[in-house]
């Protein structure tokens, strides 16, 4: 890596634990201010368990079961770039500055990498763009799910009173997971959109 910006990026190591956990972008060019968490890790520590809500509606389960299968499905994306991106020194250096001291300072670092360096996060970018694409497909997804759960009705499907609040329980926890599933797959795609962006700015 280059030694001019080796020290800085060194640092940022020292604080890992953003890009083991996965770093993402926290929505803001600004950097951090000491201390503050970012929205992705505010996220990681929130999410709710990936397990389906029984309605004790069989209309109901459809639902909440696709939409628990879709946010299983979004974990293990998030979980596969934290994988490579834990596997890659540059790229986890990189996205910790990011996230440290903001979009600037990760445009220049990478703006001064060279060699293997250079190749090595070229191709992170792009295989984290290409993977991204998946994402879109799971919001299009969500968004249909969405509408599903919205619009539900356990009243309709239940004639005993004492079944509704236990129905309507599976149906807000199948809303919230719903919820952290958009939220996940938001970070992927604002994610990828910086990398296409970094991209067509540097014409690679």
């Known amino acids: 890596m280059n030694k001019n910006i080796l020290k800085p990026i060194v640092s940022i190591l020292l604080v890992g634990a953003l890009a083991v956990t996965g770093c993402a972008s926290n929505g ?82 990478e703006a001064n990498l060279t060699g293997e360096d250079k190749e090595e996060y070229a191709k992170f970018r792009k295989n984290t763009i290409n993977e991204s694409a998946v994402a879109v497909e799971y919001m299009v997804e969500a968004t249909k799910l969405g509408i599903g759960i919205a619009s539900f009705d356990v009243k309709q499907y239940l004639s005993n009173p004492f079944a509704i609040p236990a129905a309507l ?26 990398y296409k962006s970094m991209e067509s700015e540097t014409g690679r």
Request: charged share 30%.
């Open 28 to 109: 803001k060019e600004e950097p951090l201010k000491d201390g503050a968490k970012t929205e992705y890790q505010i996220w990681q520590e929130e999410k709710p368990e990936a397990i389906a809500t029984d309605t004790g509606i069989p209309a109901g389960n459809l639902i909440t079961s696709g939409i628990a299968g879709l946010y299983q499905k979004t974990l293990d994306l998030d979980e596969k770039f934290r994988e490579k991106l834990s596997n890659s020194k540059t790229a986890s250096a990189l996205e910790g500055l990011r996230e440290a001291q903001g979009e600037e300072a990760w445009k220049k670092a």
């Open 169 to 194: 329980s599976a149906i807000a926890n199948a809303t919230n997971q719903l919820a952290s599933t958009k939220t996940a797959l938001e970070f992927m795609i604002e994610r990828s959109d910086s």
